[in-house]
């Protein structure tokens, strides 16, 4: 059984049990199958997704992997009541997940320095905020995506 | 600047003037520490360090006086007799009393009415005249000596002055003064303060020199009948009002809220349409295409509607956007449909010309954001405009105007609140955090700019900035035939969060007021978005005759 990251902060739960070896390991965990890395991924927090893309570029790759970022956002935000494919189909084109969550979805959990949001409840402010995201802060998240996606649009193509 | 070798004398014979000055300036600061700054005394220079800041001010004056009387002849620093100039203070001091003196030689009237009618106007406007007379005579004896205010009581000028914030306030009852001349009709008066405020101002930093800048332009326009370039070129004010969108978040916020109250009113719709007023560029629509595309049960059928003016080029800016919003609905799986009007004014338009389908097919929402009070520039216009809303049957109308009463009858009302309004509005934008001065943030003010000068120096059918606040609005609505919509607790919600995530400067303050939301600066509502519906729909009861 491998181990990632140990000295990732957070508590990894126990990795899923390996497929047989497909071919003999010469070396730790830097040679990877590429699926074994990213079911391991699947299981990570949203820091150690984005740490573990600095690795190398078969990390990199893996670790930007659309559906990875989509359980990273999905796993902790309020039912927004539409389906997944729905979602994908909406998501995706507007710039991905991973997208979705640096851009809008991190910065609004974190703690502001500024005068602390009116109704959210007091964060802990430490290395690992819960990161749980109410169904207002996700509809805002894809609008701020959505627009992000009709400037960049709208803007590239006046430059012809 | 340039000084006068052959003019110094030795260290002794000075004249009354310049020696009492230099005797002043000592005597003043006798235990002022007495070190000369070292730098400048290698460059020949005797300046105290305690000085320091008051060279600065005064050369910095002199380059503004210097400026502003080139016509009279720079040969002036030629005749001036320098006596110890490494005295670097005393001698700037002389040369402002030399640029000082000419100018107002040849027009001793003009020097005479600034004196003497800023003190004699009476109210509020001028500065009270029981403390101008202190006042006066601290900046007299700050920036000038005993002497030099005896030698000519003309020459006691504003020019002169160091202390910034007393001379904010003054440039604030100067405008004010000017302002109520300009309601007077006393031009020559008006003339006179407004080159005041330009000097005044140019002391002054940050917002508050900007606002001086364009109330002081405004007036000025006003003054002398020029007024502005007729703001034929709608892409340009397109072009700034992007701007403004990405500097501050009035807009975000309007469209936000506007979206929220649509969206509700099209929860059960399969077919839904939306009118803009004002399409722009089309920046509110992504927002609710992703909004109705991730709508449980699927996506209604979305057509948009979009209104401008004429382009003087005459490119097609509406089927662009409507381009635009096209590839975006086809991307994330929307039906969508899009027309394009050219209107000059919205009052020309026709509800039949727009293609309405009954409501059993398609739900309607009438969007209006800032496009309501230049309607008030023409008489009926609103009226027009209202009544063709009502016959277009909408589910919601949703509409975003300034929190200001810009549009009172009389002219010195209208000054002061768009002076405290836009200044309220310029230290947003400063206080927004916008580190480096970024093109973003001067073309936002140009915006604002503007529109100060629309308020200020228009009149009847130009002045299309008539700002009207909430109370009024709602008023015109209801006796117009329409109920309020409350926006609900989400909206609220995602205004505020839109704030916490964009405004790093946290003087933003969200607002609800009777179900309407209002975006304001610290204690100051500065817009206001309200959601209307026709009276007796919702309700089940009969449809009222208006409806008709």
């Known amino acids: 059984m491998k181990r990632i990251s140990p000295d990732s902060p957070s508590p990894q739960p126990n990795l899923k049990r390996v497929k047989e070896d497909p071919e003999p390991e010469t070396g730790g965990f830097m040679t990877l199958d590429e699926n074994l890395l990213y079911e391991v991924l699947k299981h990570v927090d949203a820091r ?14 893996t670790a930007r992997d659309e559906r990875l970022w989509e359980l990273i956002c999905t796993r902790h935000w309020a039912n927004i009541g539409c389906g997944t494919q729905q979602l994908r189909s909406v998501v995706l084109p507007l710039g991905g997940f991973r997208r979705l969550h640096s851009r809008y979805l991190w910065p609004l959990s974190k703690p502001q320095a500024a005068s ?3 109704w959210a409840p007091p964060k802990i402010i430490n290395s690992k905020p819960p990161a749980r995201w109410g169904k207002d802060e996700v509809h805002l998240c894809l609008s701020l995506l959505s627009i992000q996606y009709y400037e960049k649009m709208h803007f590239t193509s006046r430059r012809r | 600047m340039k000084r006068d070798h052959q003019e110094i004398s030795g260290s002794g014979s000075n004249p009354a003037e310049s020696s009492s000055i230099k005797g002043k300036l000592w005597e003043e600061d006798p235990d002022a520490g007495g070190m000369d700054d070292e730098l400048l005394a290698v460059l020949g220079y005797k300046v105290r360090s305690s000085d320091m800041a008051d060279v600065a001010q005064k050369l910095e004056m002199l380059e503004k006086v210097m400026g502003t009387a080139q016509e009279d002849g720079i040969s002036q620093l030629g005749d001036t007799v320098h006596f110890n100039p490494s005295d670097l203070s005393g001698w700037v001091q ?50 000038k000596t005993e002497s030099s205010s005896s030698s000519s009581s003309t020459t006691t000028r504003p020019v002169v002055l160091i202390d910034s914030q007393e001379t904010g306030v003054r440039l604030v009852h100067t405008l004010m003064a000017c302002a109520e001349a300009v309601q007077q009709d006393n031009l020559k008066l008006a003339d006179a303060l407004v080159k005041h405020i330009g000097l005044l101002a140019s002391s002054q930093t940050g917002a508050m020199r900007k606002v001086a800048t364009y109330f002081a332009e405004a007036l000025a326009r006003r003054i002398y009948r020029i007024f502005p370039p007729d703001s034929l070129d709608p892409s340009y004010n397109d072009k700034l009002q992007m701007h403004f969108y990405e500097t501050c978040p009035y807009l975000k916020f309007a469209h936000f809220t506007a979206n929220q109250a649509i969206l509700e009113a099209f929860s059960m719709a399969n077919r839904v349409h939306v009118i803009d007023f004002g399409l722009k560029q ?36 509406l089927q662009q956007v409507g381009w635009k919003l096209a590839q975006l609905a086809e991307r994330i799986g929307i039906e969508f449909e899009f027309r394009g009007f050219v209107a000059n ?44 809303i009502k016959a277009m049957k909408p589910k919601i109308v949703t509409v975003v105007e300034q929190e200001a009463n810009h549009n009172g009858p009389v002219f010195l009302d209208r000054f002061t609140e768009a002076l405290h309004y836009y200044s309220t509005l310029f230290d947003s934008l400063e206080g927004s955090g916008v580190a480096p001065p970024s093109q973003d943030l001067a073309m936002s003010e140009l915006y604002l700019g503007r529109q100060i000068c629309n308020v200020v120096a228009c009149e009847g059918m130009d002045r299309v ?16 035939g329409f109920s309020p919509v409350h926006l609900g607790s989400n909206a609220y919600k995602q205004a505020s969060m839109l704030l916490a995530l964009f405004a790093s400067g946290d003087g933003y303050r969200v ?34 005759q208006e409806l008709s």
């Open chain 1, 116 to 118: 602390p949001l009116p």
């Open chain 2, 345 to 388: 004014s919205l009052a020309d338009l026709e509800p039949e010309m727009l293609d309405i389908r009954p409501p059993e097919i398609e739900v309607v929402a009438v969007n209006a954001v800032f496009e309501l009070h230049p309607l008030l520039a023409r008489p009926g216009g609103i009226e027009k405009v209202v009544s063709s």
């Open chain 2, 511 to 544: 607002e609800e007021n009777n179900g309407c939301l209002m975006l304001g600066w610290h204690t100051r509502p500065l817009i206001a978005t309200s959601a209307w519906r026709l009276a007796g729909t919702e309700s089940g009861s009969e449809l009222t």
């Open chain 2, 282 to 317: 089309g920046m509110q629509w992504p927002a609710l295409m992703q909004a109705l595309a991730l709508r449980p049960g699927g996506p209604p059928a979305f057509r948009l509607t979009g209104i401008g003016p004429p382009q003087p080029d005459n490119t097609d800016a």
């Open chain 2, 94 to 143: 002389n040369l402002l009393i030399e640029f000082n003196g000419p100018t107002t030689t040849p027009d001793p009237n003009f020097n005479d009415d600034s004196e003497y009618d800023l003190r004699a106007i009476p109210g509020v406007a001028a500065y009270p005249p029981v403390k101008s007379d202190p006042g006066l005579e601290n900046t007299r004896k700050r920036a």
């Open chain 2, 465 to 480: 900035e008539r700002h009207e606040p909430l109370t009024q609005w709602r008023t015109r609505m209801e006796t117009a």
């Open chain 1, 48 to 61: 150690t997704l984005a740490m573990a893309s600095c690795v190398s570029k078969l990390w990199l790759k």
